[in-house]
Structure formats: C-alpha cells, structure tokens
C-alpha cells in the first residue's frame, strides 16, 4: 500500500494532469520539487530522437502526417502517435516543458533530456543475431541511451558532489524498456518458450541501467513495467482463426498478456531487492499493464468506442485495422476521423487520448513505491 506522502504526491500530479490538458505547460519549473526529467526507452517516450538519427524501415513515417495530427500545430514531432505522449502528461504535471530530445542540439535541456529512441532494446544487437532474431535496423538500446547520458552528465557537472546536488531534484524515468527485445523476436515467429528466455537477462539489464543512474546520482526513479501485448492489433492479427480459447475476456491473446506479467513479475521483484540495496534512492515500479487494462475496462466512462477498442485508428484495414505491409503513414493506410474514440494509434502504438488516460491513471493509482517515499515532490 502507498504510504500517505506518496498518496499526496500522487493526488496532487493526478489533479495537474486533469487540469492541464492536452495544452502545453508554459511556466518551467513552477516551483514544483522535481525540476527535471530524465526519460529513458523506446517508442512510448520517444520525442524525436530517431527521426533526428534517420528512421528507418517500419519507422519512416512517423516523420509526416497523419502522425502528429493531434498535436496543436498538427505537426509530426518523431512521437510515435497522433499527439502527446506519458512523458509528455507527466512533465506537465511537474509544471515543465516538455522534454526535448537529446538528439535535437538546438534544443535547451533546462527541464531535463530524453534519451527514449523509438524500437530501443535492452538487450544489443549481437544477443539478437546470436538467437536469429533481425533487427529492423540498429537499435539503439538501453547501454547506448546510458552512454549518452554520461556524456551529457559530464557537460553539465563535473564532480560526483555537483551531479549529485543536480540530480536530487531530477526525476528519472527508466522505460518502458524491454517490449521491444519481445516484439521483435514474436513477430518473426519465436515462440513463447523460446522468448521468455530472454525476460532474465532483459530484466538484469533493466536493473543494471537503474543501478547506473544511481551510482551517477539519481534518487528518483520511475520503472515501467511492460504492457498487455495480447490486446495490440499488430499481435492480434496473427492469431485470427486459431479458435476462442486463444482469447480472454476482452478478446485479448491470453498466452501473451500472461508473458507480459511474468515480465512485469520479475521485474517488480527485482525492484524491491534494489531497494533494500539503494534505501535512499526511491524506485518506484510503474504499472502500464493494469494502466492499459483500465482503458478497456473503464472504456465507455473514458469516451473510447466499445466496438473499436481491439483496432487501430489509422491502418490499412481488416478486423483490427492493421497490415504489416500497409502501416500507418503508407499508401492506402488511412486514420480514423476521431482518433481521441480509439486506445490504439497505428496498432503498435496508441492515441494521444490513451496515453492522457494512462498518465492519469498512472499518477492516482497504478505507481506502487518499492521503498520509503518522503513528502517532497509537492509543489
């Protein structure tokens, strides 16, 4: 159970998230506690760093519209959406900009620097070709992110003592990180037994990176954890015709939602036994999976239409509205007229209205602290 001063960090950001919207904040640091953020993983938190880098494959429409139609200017800013992102709703909630890209160099990083690269792993690419398993490109994963933050760090301190007195005011946030090593092996037909394998080594990784941000001074910490796969179109279109025991109450992939908690699982536990390691370090574990479950549960409450909550808003049509080969972004692939009714964006990604959902109920409910939260983030 949460303590009563994480409740009140919780309620407090909870209500800043309503309060703000979709618009963007406009008064950095608004003397909230937390004056930064440090966001780290794949395409969930990506701002642009991998249209700054080239995308590529898969990737390369997230440069142009329909994504970014949401968006106030209905501009393509690398998100991979239709607008904003968690990480976008959660600075707002602290009062700061939205944090900028680190591979944008004309941007300032006063409120912080996002390191997420869209298609990012935890585990690097020879682990992948030693298990046969291709890349779609050269993924940046979570050691190359940590290579850029030492270098960033170093620009900005110089001594443990100085990065340590920056840092204590910083909030870091360390995924989602992972669904990617999963995907990638389940969409070129690795089975169940084959990929959870991979889920020790991809957890360490994770804890690894936590660990490093730590020793780098880092008190706050965020740790996503993975979210329910079975219900995302681009699964749920190869396994059509495999019969309903395949499905769970939701008409989601039982067997991989089930993989997704045994993730989540190990890592949580993995967390607390961190915890007892770094006691003043507060790590806290972040539930996208039952943030996720919420929207479908809760969909009529939260405006999203019941009969497409398995379907992509922007695809190239079919049952779930996703074609591997006719994506959102290319020829023939068309975006829905109201993504705000739809949960998922391109069926591998979702909607602008989802992500504020979950922010939401992420800040009220779905962030369990894993170790003794003091009242500090209040602004």
């Known amino acids: ?197 991979f889920v020790p080594q991809v957890v360490q990784l994770i804890v690894d990176a936590v660990k490093h941000v730590i020793e780098a001074g880092a008190v706050h910490i965020i740790v996503p954890g993975n979210f329910p796969i079975g219900c995302f179109p681009s699964f749920l279109v190869n396994y059509k015709g495999k019969g309903a025991k395949v499905y769970d109450r939701n008409n989601c992939i039982k067997e991989l939602n089930t993989f997704s908690q045994v993730h989540n699982k190990k890592l949580q536990k993995a967390l607390e036994s961190l915890g007892e390691a770094y006691p003043h370090a507060n790590i806290l574990y972040s539930d996208y999976y039952q943030a996720f479950m919420n929207l479908i549960d809760k969909a009529s409450i939260l405006g999203f239409d019941e009969s497409s909550l398995l379907k992509s808003c922007c695809g190239g049509g079919g049952q779930y509205n996703f074609d591997i080969n006719m994506i959102c972004g290319m020829p023939g692939a068309w975006p829905c007229s109201d993504p705000s009714k739809y949960i998922s964006w391109d069926g591998i990604h979702l909607t602008q209205a989802a992500y504020k959902n979950m922010a939401q109920a992420l800040i009220d409910k779905f962030i369990f602290p894993t170790s003794k939260f003091q009242k500090i983030w209040k602004c």
Not at 9 to 27: E, R
Not at 76 to 92: F, H, N
Not at 114 to 124: I, P, S, Y
């Open 1 to 197: 159970m949460a303590s009563s001063s994480s409740s009140s960090l919780f309620c407090y950001l909870f209500l800043s998230v309503l309060s703000v919207s979709s618009a963007l904040a406009s008064n950095p640091g608004g003397g909230c506690f937390i004056n930064a953020i440090y966001s780290f993983g794949d395409s969930i938190a990506d701002t642009g760093n991998l249209l700054r880098m080239g995308p590529g494959g898969v990737f390369n429409p997230i440069g142009h519209l329909p994504y970014g139609l949401s968006m106030k200017k209905r501009t393509p800013t690398g998100r991979c959406s239709d607008g904003l992102l968690i990480i976008d709703y959660l600075a707002m909630a602290l009062n700061l900009s939205l944090i900028n890209p680190y591979m944008d160099k004309t941007s300032k990083f006063d409120d912080g620097v996002n390191f997420a690269v869209a298609g990012a792993t935890a585990l690097d690419v020879p682990f992948f070709m030693s298990n046969d398993v291709i890349m779609p490109y050269a993924a940046s994963s979570i050691g190359i992110q940590l290579s850029w933050f030492n270098t960033h760090l170093s620009s900005v301190c110089s001594t443990r003592e100085e990065c340590s007195k920056k840092l204590e005011r910083t909030l870091f946030l360390l995924g989602e990180i992972g669904g990617n090593d999963y995907s990638f092996a389940f969409y070129q037909g690795k089975s169940i037994e084959d990929v959870a394998t």
